[in-house]
């Protein structure tokens, strides 16, 4: 005897002419695909010692050719300042000091976990463009292609800061944390595929994504948030910038940013717990910047 309420509503449902059994095959079928993914894909993070999952059919070159792809576009759409403005020559010196200092930086990070330096950045095309545009923002693409927007400067205030935003901002590519979204969206998606398979409707299975992004998803991209903070830190400091000017940055960012959403929902971490992990790693960032500054 089945109970499901809404078996009158199936309306020929797909799933309906196939046996259960079967159906659990396919389900399963699926679940071991999802696992086989994982398994075969897990990878160890240099930069953090944790297990990661990157597909590893994303290569370096797959994922420069895709950040390359898009940064030409977001330039298309929203032409940059003239390298010769004096914004763009300062983003330029900024990326370029941090730029620098990213061997030294990721090999230190990496005998700290025990493990070997990670390579795969030396392929990176670095590149830093100024988009005129409101916004408080940057980014550093795969493969290394960089972006300030104008709205950052007054918000940031301090070449330090900026430094602190823009090393965040080249943690996320030196972290793979691009490859590392493609790669989770792959494993929600062959869990998707396993629900339709189940006979979930598409509202249940839009239900089961949601609760996936809130449950593993969104977490993830909240640690990436913190692996970024941690790493640019360092690097900002090697680089010779104050780390320091971390704790006004986000102070400030959090002003500009209007009310701040509950953490759980958000993909940025609570400004006041990012600004307690900022102040628990600034001993070790002065570490950094006694031993790699030199000016
Ligand atoms: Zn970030």
Redesign the pocket.
């Known amino acids: 005897m089945r109970m499901d309420p809404h078996r009158g509503r199936a309306a020929g449902g797909r799933g309906r002419g196939l046996g259960g059994g079967f159906r659990i095959l396919v389900v399963l079928a699926f679940l071991a695909y999802g696992g086989c993914y994982y398994l075969s894909n897990r990878t160890q993070d240099p930069y953090t010692g944790e297990t990661v999952l990157i597909d590893s059919s994303i290569g370096p070159e797959q994922e420069r050719a895709l950040g390359l792809q898009a940064y030409e576009q977001i330039l298309e759409q929203e032409p940059p300042l003239p390298r010769s403005d004096p914004a763009a020559q300062q983003v330029e010196r900024i990326a370029a000091r941090l730029i620098d200092k990213v061997d030294e930086v990721t090999a230190e990070i990496a005998a700290a976990h025990g493990m070997e330096a990670p390579t795969h950045w030396k392929q990176f095309e670095w590149e830093v463009n100024v988009i005129p545009s409101d916004q408080a923002n940057a980014f550093c693409l795969p493969g290394g292609k960089m972006a300030v927007y104008t709205g950052l400067f007054p918000v940031a205030q301090s070449e330090d800061a900026m430094a602190v935003v823009m090393g ?2 080249i943690a ?1 590519a030196l972290l793979r944390h691009g490859a590392q979204r493609m790669s989770q969206q792959k494993l929600a998606q062959i869990g998707q595929m396993a629900g339709a398979a189940g006979g979930l409707d598409p509202q249940q299975q839009q239900m089961v994504m949601a609760a996936m992004g809130y449950g593993y998803l969104l977490p993830y991209a909240r640690t ?2 913190t692996q ?2 941690e790493v640019g830190l360092m690097l900002a400091a090697a680089a010779c910038y104050d780390p320091n000017a971390a704790i006004g940055l986000w102070e400030r960012m959090s002003a500009s940013g209007g009310d701040a959403p509950p953490e759980f929902a958000s993909t ?1 971490p609570n400004p006041g717990t990012r600004i307690q992990t900022l102040q628990s790693l600034m001993p070790r960032a002065m570490e950094y910047r006694e031993k790699y500054c030199r000016q």
Do not use: G, L, S
Request: aromatic share 0%.
């Open positions: 965040h901002e996320h990436h948030e970024a903070d940025h």
